[in-house]
């Protein structure tokens, strides 16, 4: 796995932790694929979202959407998971992964 795409899922902006795109891909996967705090109603949005970021990744060139995704139906965690998410969020530019989110349900503010 090429390690030049892995970053982290946080960072400090301003002196407050934010989400980086790997980060919130790496969210919306987790609430996606059954995390026990979760409603169905929010595994379901967070599907659409995620579905939305995978298209929107292979349309800017993430050719590996379907290795990440069924490592994902599989429960598998870790490093390469990490980087494949990584390199899925590195493909997109930001206004590319606001209108993912749009898109998969979410309602995006920007300032």
Known sequence: MNSNHTQPLTSKIGGQEMLSPAGLLALVAGIAYGD?????????????????????????????????????????RGRRIHALACEAAS?????????????GGFNVITA
Do not use: C, N, W, Y
């Not at 970021?53 to 990440?68: C, N, P, Q, R, V």
């Not at 493909?91 to 898109?103: C, D, F, G, H």
């Open 36 to 76: 026990p705090r979760s409603t169905p109603e929010g595994q379901a949005t967070a599907r659409r979202v995620l579905d939305s970021l995978l298209a929107t990744a292979t349309s800017h060139g993430f050719g590996k959407a379907d290795i990440l995704r069924t490592m994902l139906d599989k429960g598998e």
């Open 91 to 103: 493909s997109m530019p930001t206004v590319a992964i606001l209108k993912a989110l749009q898109e």
